[in-house]
């Protein structure tokens, strides 16, 4: 089993910036995407950003433009670069990513990290 850990939420002004971490560590034969995910109160949990392994990246409309996810393929990380934070952004971010377990390809999520844009 795969288990996925994020760091670096927490409280900022609007317009200021927050970095998140995710590194996956434990038992899987591989990783495809790997993404981070969103859920504002009263909401569903949306899409923020994924890449895949070679580079390639979808970004919610939301973000585009603010928002900046990269990844680290041998060390099974992705980062997520928040710049120019509003307070529509505050919501708990979620690590996600594409595992394959016993030849057997799962979703597999954090337990998230609280972001708070707020004065």
């Known amino acids: 089993q795969v288990q996925l850990l994020e760091s670096g939420g927490g409280l900022v002004q609007p317009g200021g910036s927050l970095r998140l971490s995710c590194a996956a560590s434990?038992?899987?034969?591989?990783?495809?995407?790997m993404g981070w995910f969103r859920r504002a109160p009263g909401k569903e949990r949306e899409l923020v950003a994924t890449?895949?392994?070679?580079?390639?990246?979808i970004y919610a409309d939301p973000v585009k433009g603010r928002f900046t996810i990269s990844r680290d393929n041998a060390k099974n990380t992705v980062t997520l670069q928040m710049n120019s934070l509003k307070p529509e952004d505050t919501a708990v971010y979620y690590c996600?990513?594409?595992?394959?377990?016993?030849?057997?390809?799962?979703?597999?999520w954090g337990p998230g990290t609280q972001v708070t844009v707020s004065s």
């Open positions: 996600g990513a594409m595992v394959k377990v016993a030849d057997t390809w799962r979703d597999d």
């Open positions: 434990g038992s899987f034969d591989g990783i495809s995407s």
């Open positions: 890449v895949t392994s070679d580079g390639r990246t």
